[in-house]
Nanobody
């Protein structure tokens, strides 16, 4: 089992950057595929990126490709999402998630979720 806590959200102007962090717990953190999702008001939870075990591969949704970078540090039990060139449409609550049976491109396969961190991008 793993517990996840996100941090790093906030208010930023369009074109700016933020780095989200997700702190994990549990001895088996390195055995989880980790992902980032977001959910804007009135919209479904949207997959953004996943990072596989040992950082062997990553995948991004087209809307953030080239702007966002997912990374992990298993020694620190951390996952990060570096977000550059932010746009107002990136405004949402951002969640990290974990699965041992993935990776998946949708939320259903992820067993563990953090509480979310708000990102607001002003125009």
């Amino acid at each position: 089992q793993v517990q996840l806590v996100e941090s790093g959200g906030g208010l930023v102007q369009a074109g700016g950057s933020l780095r989200l962090s997700c702190a994990g717990s549990g001895r088996t953190f390195s055995t989880y595929v980790m992902a980032w999702f977001r959910q804007a008001p009135g919209k479904e939870r949207e997959f953004l990126a996943f990072i596989n075990l040992n950082s062997i591969s990553t995948k991004y949704v087209d809307s953030v490709k080239g702007r966002f970078t997912i990374s992990r540090d298993d020694a620190k039990k951390m996952v990060y999402l570096q977000m550059n060139s932010l746009k107002p449409e990136d405004t949402a609550v951002y969640y990290c998630a974990a699965t041992q049976t993935g990776p998946f491109l949708g939320p259903l396969g992820y067993n563990y979720w953090g509480q979310g961190t708000q990102v607001t991008v002003s125009s």
